[in-house]
């Protein structure tokens, strides 16, 4: 967890980050859905992609999301997450990705925060 935690904060401290921030982006999203890190640390991972507040996370997010082999913690904080970006585009996917109990809130709260 504290790889990722030290990703985003390289990101915040380096006043010339966009090339930083565009491979920590990449890092992130090539590894949020990947099981053989478990639960937690995917979860973790998608919520530095959230606060990093980049759209180009999103697609990662989204598949994320979607897919019924992650774990609810983990697809809950994938909602978050888009829901943190509060790009329209992710937010309309997030409506998209159906009606399910476990994440359902999330998927709500992340919809109820863009508006405000």
């Not at 890190?37 to 697609?59: F, K, S, T």
């Not at 990662?60 to 790009?87: D, F, S």
Request: charged share 30%; hydrophobic share 35%; proline share 2%.
């Amino acid at each position: 967890m504290r790889a990722a935690y030290h990703m985003k904060q390289v990101f915040q401290l380096t006043s010339t980050a966009r090339q930083a921030k565009d491979d920590i982006v990449d890092v992130l999203g090539s590894q949020v859905d990947n099981s053989d890190h478990g639960e937690l640390m995917c979860h973790e991972i998608a919520y530095v992609m959230g606060q990093l507040r980049d759209p180009r996370a999103l697609p990662k997010l989204l598949e994320a999301l979607g897919n019924r082999g992650n774990t609810c913690i983990v697809r809950h904080e994938c909602a978050e997450a888009i829901g943190a970006i509060g790009v329209e585009e992710g937010l309309k996917m997030v409506e998209c990705t159906g009606e399910d109990d476990e994440v359902r809130l999330s998927k709500e709260r992340s919809l109820e925060r863009s508006d405000s």
